[in-house]
């Protein structure tokens, strides 16, 4: 079975402070640690367990700089087999659309059966790649996958709903599949592997190799800003005894327990 | 033409949530632009459906066929791309759920029309379409401007629109399914329930929510115990469910489940959409965590940015000694 699996290089904002960029439309990304993309985690992994049943390649793909690089080898150092990155300094300004526009040039002159992406990026969260991804392949597709199981050349698979429900769907393959949180438990690359995965090829993909004519952009970003605040809320400051005192205090007067 | 459309989204016979908002924004919309909201109903045995929301929408185009009797977005995609061809709307909503995850890209991709998913917000300024989604981990906000086009298709976010009365009369339009069954390479099975659990955290009057601040699983039993000594269950946000760490039906969000307790206490949650959508409608919110610019304290009534480690064995004395008074 040959999979592909696409990753991406996302800063890690969930702890931390996201301050806006001159221009208005980026964030001040070099105070920001960057590592791969949640979701891609668990896509990766599916993929890795896969090739451990049905044998075969996985080929990691990455729209990003040459820091990306460093995503690409942890990849290699987790048991795919080829990586390849498309130079995102090639093609100015990128959003969903373009992105997999991209990512379609790539794979179509690739032998596959199963494409993998996460679910969501946590960067732009558009939860759009994916789709589009099938769509512009003339494949079908699964969105927030978290079960799979393979058996002659169709799969089983389990869409998360909303309220803890679930759907179970049959797709032949290949297709492409967006990975859900929590389907696996990833796992960590060796030490040896990753030294090992330190002196691979990175094949690299750029405006030589693909036509930036036919890119189309859907959307641009216009500005960022701060939300605004839905619920004033009131920060209680002191030392932990303190703030416990007066947090008990309002919920006694309150009647919330 | 420049009307405005949307998809209506039903399941196990129900009209769903994410249906009202978006006919709610539509209609705004179309108000606005002195133009019509048209509902587009994909469905089987639908008339009782169909009735039950025909004071929502100026027109709801009628599909009914047994092969729309469940969500498959491989057919839904071929009777919407035929509809939007035909109709030619200004703007197309669909829900960005589950469904329109899956339904949305794809079929804005097939029609070759500038798209964009999980927006908060949608206006028309000068027929052009600027959107307004969340990025970064919910700490900014984008406002999103499209390639100009004849049609747009946006997918909407659950729980951005209250829903308001409306008391107009759709005209019924039946079409022709240009889907007959569903095609060999995506067919719905079934649906599988959600297991239930020892502890029903949508019963509770007092839950603790323990997000990902929690740091290791052995942490889970000092959580336990403060909750317990509150009276209280506990719950968590969605990183805890998929390190195992808890079952899933303690997860509080928007694929888990929806809590309004009168008290929410939160631990370590940072308040990632998903799970603030499952818990805002909490009588009372306290939210600890160490980084104030964590979303949660855009819905907490009371904050405290600190260690929660540091918080936690001082809260619980505090009341501890509340009760004994």
Known sequence: MDIIVCIKRVPQTAEAKVEIESSGKDIVKDRLTFDINESDTYALEEAVL??????????????????????????????????????????????????????????????????FTGCIATDDAYSQIGATLAELLGIPHATLVTNIE????????????????????????????????GINVP?????????????????????????????????QIEELFIPPVAKQVKIITGSPGEVSEELAGIIREKGLI | MSEIFMLIEHRQDAIRDISYEMMTCGRALAEKLNTKLTAVFLGYDADKLVESIRNQAHRIMVVDNEVFKEFNAESYQIALAEIIKKENPLLTLIG?????????????????????????????????????????????NAKIRFRENPSYLVSLRTGCFPVRDSNIEAEIVNIESPVSAEPDYRKFVEYIEAA????????????????????????????????????????CSRPIVDAEWLPKDRQVGSSGKTVKPKLYITLGISG????????????????INKDPNAPIFNEADYGIVDDLFRVLPAFKNSILEMKSK
Do not use: W
Not at chain 1, 192 to 197: C, Q
């Open chain 1, 50 to 115: 896969l090739k451990e049943k049905f044998g075969g390649t996985i080929t990691v793909i990455s729209l990003g700089c040459s820091d990306a690089d460093d995503t690409l080898r942890i990849a290699l150092a987790k048991g795919a087999d080829t990586a390849i990155r498309i130079k995102a300094e090639d093609f100015d300004e990128l959003d969903g659309y373009k992105t997999a526009q991209l990512l379609s040039a790539v794979i179509k002159d690739i032998h596959f059966d199963v494409i």
């Open chain 1, 150 to 181: 393979v058996i002659d050349s169709i799969s089983h698979v389990h869409r998360e709903l909303e309220g803890g429900l679930q759907e179970h769907i049959e797709i032949f393959l290949p297709a492409l599949f967006t990975i859900q949180t």
């Open chain 1, 187 to 219: 796992r960590y690359a060796s030490l040896i592997a990753i030294k090992r995965a330190a002196g691979k090829e990175i094949k690299l993909v750029g405006q030589n190799e693909i036509s930036k004519d036919q890119l189309l952009l859907n959307t």
């Open chain 2, 96 to 140: 960005h759920t589950a469904f329109g995850m899956d339904l949305c890209p794809a079929l804005g991709t097939q029609l070759g029309i500038p798209f964009t998913t999980d927006c908060l917000d949608v206006e028309i300024i000068d027929g052009k379409l600027i959107a307004t989604r969340q990025m970064y981990d919910g700490k900014l």
């Open chain 2, 196 to 235: 239930i659990g020892d502890v029903d955290i949508t019963k509770a009057d007092v839950v603790v929510g323990v997000g990902r601040g929690i740091k290791k699983k052995e942490n889970l039993a000092l959580v336990e115990d403060f909750a317990s000594t509150i009276g209280g269950v506990v719950a």
């Open chain 2, 272 to 287: 990632a959409f998903q799970h603030v959508v499952g818990m805002k409608n909490s009588g009372t919110i306290i939210a």
